[in-house]
């Protein structure tokens, strides 16, 4: 396949101002082990409406001008020395792939831990730099560059563009939350807080598990699709604005217990509060949604006093990409998930999107990048 010497892309050239469409360098050669992919489609995550911000905690990213997005499919246009993904399913040029970070496999995090989301030497496909090799760390660009050990995951053919594309993010995290909320049956009440893509991917999957699933979010549209999708209650904010008030309805609609599981997934940073008094007695709040500079009051002998515990989620590793796909795939009868998907539109249109997924006007909206090869 002939490759261009460079591809468009969204570059933010000031932070909090519109991103401009300008031309990024193709990175030749290759690392060993790297993957080079024409971009099919990106979709837009709340990370990076407030990336543009310049709203996260130090570290996020490099110096501008940059390119965002971390949410993005694409078709293998070029490797270097590699014929699988991350998992060892067959790979060829034409080949859907969705990505992770780049994880070092060498670190104590990486190989004693087992956590690669924390890599001592990891290197984030969440915002590159446009002017430093490999150009094209972020996805809202024609092409992408996969870091080696950057958890390549070929996408199944049932799965449409927009929906990996989603996935990449979202699901693989609330596989990962999933994974670290613990035990799940028939008997478990889980609350789940927001209804963004995290929120909405974390009903789907509690559902999946036989859980009974309480929601409290907003706007109208996405507590729709968290209703289609399987929760049993819904409590919209703009109807119950005291957070005092949404914790006696969520303790009343569960016998006075709270949730077995509360799943933080809005990032509204008064929402952790919030959440942590919504957990019933020796339960489990796992937060997921949390990435501000905000600091908030919070009394930790609830924590003894309650017996609860607390846990983290950092993005996800291959084999929770991995195990998104195969959800997807397996549920798809089960959960429309393209609904999710409230617009498709060209790179050019990207600053409006990013508008209105700051002002809850979409769920995921997605940018067209390439048609397939």
């Known amino acids: 396949m002939l490759l261009p010497e460079q591809c468009r892309a969204a570059v933010v050239v000031e932070f909090g101002a519109p991103m401009q469409i300008l031309p990024v360098k193709i990175p030749f050669p290759l690392e060993q082990g790297a993957i080079l992919t024409r971009n099919l489609v990106a979709t837009v995550c709340a990370t990076d409406v407030h990336l543009l911000a310049n709203a996260l905690p130090p570290g996020y990213m490099g110096e501008l001008p940059l390119v965002l997005g971390h949410e993005v499919v694409g078709q293998v246009a070029e490797m270097n020395g590699i014929d699988t993904d991350a998992v060892g399913q067959d790979l060829r040029v ?3 792939v969705v990505w992770t970070h780049g994880y070092c496999g060498r670190c104590r995090y990486c190989v004693v831990d087992h956590m690669p989301t924390l890599c001592a030497n990891r290197r984030s496909s969440m915002a590159g730099q446009k002017d430093e090799f490999p150009f094209l760390g972020g996805g809202f660009a ?10 390549a995951i070929r996408v199944p053919e049932e799965i449409p563009d927009a929906v990996a594309s989603a996935a990449s993010c979202a699901m693989q995290t609330v596989v ?13 009440v889980v609350v789940v807080q927001g209804t963004g893509p995290l929120g909405l991917f974390s009903v789907a999957r509690y559902v999946a598990a036989g859980a009974k699933v309480i929601v409290v979010g907003g706007p109208a549209q996405r507590l729709e699709l968290a209703r289609a999708w399987g929760a049993e209650k819904i409590l919209d904010i703009d109807d119950m604005p005291s957070a005092s008030e949404r914790v006696a309805w969520v303790r009343d609609m569960t016998g006075g217990r709270g949730g077995d599981i509360v799943v933080e997934a809005s990032g509204v940073p008064a929402a952790f509060a919030e959440g ?21 009051k919070f009394n930790p002998s609830v924590l003894n006093v309650r017996n609860i515990m607390i846990t983290g989620v950092r993005a996800a590793a291959p084999h929770h990409t991995w195990r998104a796909m195969e959800f997807l795939r397996r549920h798809r009868a089960t959960f429309n998930w393209e609904s999710m998907i409230t617009s498709i539109q060209g790179l050019d249109q990207i600053n409006e999107a990013f508008g209105r997924m700051d002002t809850w006007n979409e769920i995921k909206p997605a940018i067209k990048l390439l048609e397939r090869a």
Not at 142 to 151: A, H, I
Not at 276 to 296: S, T
């Open 142 to 151: 024609e092409y992408g560059y996969v870091f080696p050990t950057g958890g």
């Open 276 to 296: 942590v008094e919504m957990v019933a007695e020796g339960g489990r709040y796992v937060v997921v949604g949390q990435g501000h500079n905000v600091e908030v």
């Open 94 to 96: 034409g080949d859907r």
């Open 176 to 188: 990962h939350a999933y994974e670290r909320s613990g035990g799940v049956d028939e008997g478990t």
